[in-house]
């Protein structure tokens, strides 16, 4: 019996049928007003869809049913003598909305060990592109290839019930998340290691495996894989790898296609690919002054300078939070107490000191402070991992968590095909116009 399945269908069942009664009542209620500038400007603010495992709170960050995370660090179960939660714990959470108990998660990691086998020919894939590609391709290309075993694929040809499809997608979930860590880390080796790949240690937690796989020892990385795994793990449904994987999933393309399609949208600059972008800024900033200790007035003046040429501060900002990124705050307390004498890291810490001050001067930008991306690159770097383009890879196996459960829910709940309505400029401009004549009409 799989406890966690027979949970999650007990609960999507009660769900749908509330949420049945609830849109039969007030299903032409209205929840907002779109303005033209959200018609043009990406949609952004509209709710418009259903995400059942996580919500952005402006103040207090990603809450994952709920939880927020300092929440969530002192709740979700942790390794022996650890002190970050598993993200296996996570899971469990995002899935079925319930703190797992120490024996649910570990059956939890004995089911992804199981799960965890990666077709040969998905190495023979990776192995036939070339190695300087980029890391997020060969993701993408990796999880492709695995579709040739989806469950939900098998069984919709077969001719399942509509009521199974999120049985499928939980088979399809639990595979793909128990074998992403050997893809990463498989692509990680091949990349940069010449191929030396490094076996998997059964006996590991998710994430402790993922790092040992990695090629990077120690008890306190294994702990920052953990603790980085969980806190990039979901976003609310409407940042765009979310959104793209359930936009994907909503034709009911299996797990594996919707996933790879959400990864790209992971891999553009403007979402997931700034991580690696702060780390460049970081590296150029020190190559310019000349030391790999600058001052604050060293840094301060290279601030002003980069604003002064029109370019923005990568890892400053956040188009909903109000605060500093709690991801953020979560990594500074992992660095305080176990790499507080580090180099890169106090420079990510001198510009925490003066990065606000001179955004909140400019007067323009809503949120001065740092986001989650302004310190994991750094901690990468001082745990050797200096190949930023890789740094999304990680992001992406931690994402999937997310989006993966969310797709389970999807389907659980019988989410229709998504399928917004478009309108061009000329639409829009008669629009506008008849709007005026009516006003006139009416004065």
Same mark, same amino acid.
């Given at each position: 019996?799989?406890?966690?399945?027979?949970?999650?269908?007990?609960?999507?069942?009660?769900?749908?049928?509330?949420?049945?009664?609830?849109?039969?009542?007030?299903?032409?209620?209205?929840?907002?007003?779109?303005? /033209?500038?959200?018609?043009?400007?990406?949609?952004?603010?509209?709710?418009?869809?259903?995400?059942?495992?996580?919500?952005?709170?402006?103040?207090?960050?990603?809450?994952?049913?709920?939880?927020?995370?300092?929440?969530?660090?002192?709740?979700?179960?942790?390794?022996?003598?650890?002190?970050?939660?598993?993200?296996?714990?996570?899971?469990?959470?995002?899935?079925?909305?319930?703190?797992?108990?120490?024996? =649910?998660?570990?059956?939890?990691?004995?089911?992804?060990?199981?799960?965890?086998?990666?077709?040969?020919?998905?190495?023979?894939?990776?192995?036939?592109?070339?190695?300087?590609?980029?890391?997020?391709?060969?993701?993408?290309?990796?999880?492709?290839?695995? @579709?040739?075993?989806?469950?939900?694929?098998?069984?919709?040809?077969? @001719?399942?019930?509509?009521?199974?499809?999120?049985?499928?997608?939980?088979?399809?979930?639990?595979?793909?998340?128990?074998?992403?860590?050997?893809?990463?880390?498989?692509?990680?080796?091949?990349?940069?290691?010449?191929?030396?790949?490094?076996?998997?240690?059964?006996?590991?937690?998710?994430?402790?495996?993922?790092?040992?796989?990695?090629?990077?020892?120690?008890?306190?990385?294994?702990?920052?894989?953990?603790?980085?795994?969980?806190?990039?793990?979901? %976003?609310? @449904?409407?940042?765009?790898?979310?959104?793209?994987? %359930?936009?994907?999933?909503?034709?009911?393309?299996?797990?594996?296609?919707?996933?790879?399609?959400?990864?790209?949208?992971?891999?553009?600059?403007?979402?997931?690919?700034?991580? =690696?972008?702060? /780390?460049?800024?970081?590296?150029?900033?020190?190559?310019?002054?000349?030391?790999?200790?600058?001052?604050?007035?060293? /840094?301060?003046?290279?601030?002003?300078?980069?604003?002064?040429?029109?370019?923005?501060?990568?890892?400053?900002?956040?188009?909903?939070?109000?605060?500093?990124?709690?991801?953020?705050?979560?990594?500074?307390?992992?660095?305080?107490?176990? /790499?507080?004498?580090?180099?890169?890291?106090?420079?990510?810490?001198?510009?925490?000191?003066?990065?606000?001050?001179?955004?909140?001067?400019?007067?323009?930008?809503?949120?001065?402070?740092?986001?989650?991306?302004?310190?994991?690159?750094?901690?990468?770097? %001082?745990?050797?991992?200096?190949?930023?383009?890789?740094?999304?890879?990680?992001?992406?196996?931690?994402?999937?968590?997310?989006?993966?459960?969310?797709?389970?829910?999807?389907?659980?709940?019988?989410?229709?095909?998504?399928?917004?309505?478009?309108?061009?400029?000329?639409?829009?401009?008669?629009?506008?116009?008849? =709007?005026?004549?009516?006003?006139?009409?009416?004065?």
């Amino acid at each position: 019996m799989d406890p966690l399945k027979q949970k999650f269908g007990e609960k999507a069942n009660a769900l749908r049928t509330k949420m049945k009664a609830m849109l039969k009542v007030h299903g032409a209620d209205k929840v907002d007003e779109v303005t /033209i500038k959200q018609v043009f400007g990406g949609m952004r603010g509209v709710k418009s869809m259903v995400w059942e495992t996580s919500q952005l709170d402006p103040n207090d960050g990603i809450r994952f049913r709920g939880l927020s995370i300092p929440e969530l660090r002192e709740k979700l179960p942790k390794a022996p003598g650890g002190k970050e939660p598993l993200p296996e714990a996570l899971f469990w959470l995002m899935l079925v909305g319930e703190v797992p108990t120490d024996e =649910q998660v570990k059956w939890l990691t004995e089911q992804w060990v199981s799960r965890s086998i990666v077709p040969d020919h998905t190495y023979k894939v990776l192995d036939a592109m070339p190695t300087d590609t980029h890391p997020m391709t060969q993701l993408t290309t990796a999880i492709s290839s695995m @579709g040739t075993s989806s469950v939900f694929a098998r069984r919709y040809a077969e @001719g399942m019930n509509k009521s199974e499809y999120w049985d499928a997608t939980y088979e399809d979930t639990m595979n793909l998340i128990a074998r992403l860590p050997r893809v990463a880390s498989y692509i990680y080796r091949r990349t940069y290691h010449n191929s030396e790949h490094i076996g998997p240690e059964i006996s590991l937690d998710w994430g402790a495996n993922f790092a040992h796989m990695l090629g990077v020892e120690g008890d306190d990385f294994k702990e920052f894989m953990r603790l980085y795994l969980t806190i990039h793990a979901d %976003h609310e @449904g409407g940042n765009a790898s979310a959104h793209t994987t %359930h936009l994907v999933g909503s034709t009911l393309s299996d797990a594996y296609n919707s996933l790879s399609a959400g990864m790209g949208a992971l891999a553009g600059p403007l979402h997931g690919l700034a991580n =690696q972008e702060v /780390i460049k800024w970081i590296f150029r900033m020190l190559d310019t002054l000349g030391t790999r200790t600058p001052s604050k007035d060293q /840094i301060k003046e290279y601030v002003n300078n980069t604003l002064a040429a029109g370019q923005v501060i990568p890892g400053y900002g956040h188009a909903v939070l109000r605060q500093p990124d709690p991801r953020f705050t979560a990594q500074k307390r992992f660095a305080e107490e176990y /790499i507080a004498d580090s180099e890169i890291i106090n420079v990510v810490w001198n510009c925490f000191e003066v990065v606000p001050p001179i955004l909140k001067g400019l007067g323009k930008v809503k949120n001065p402070w740092p986001n989650v991306d302004a310190h994991s690159g750094a901690i990468l770097v %001082h745990y050797g991992m200096s190949h930023y383009s890789f740094y999304t890879v990680l992001f992406g196996v931690s994402r999937a968590m997310g989006v993966l459960s969310a797709m389970c829910w999807s389907r659980a709940l019988g989410m229709p095909l998504e399928r917004p309505k478009s309108v061009t400029c000329e639409w829009v401009t008669n629009y506008l116009e008849a =709007q005026k004549k009516n006003e006139a009409t009416l004065n």
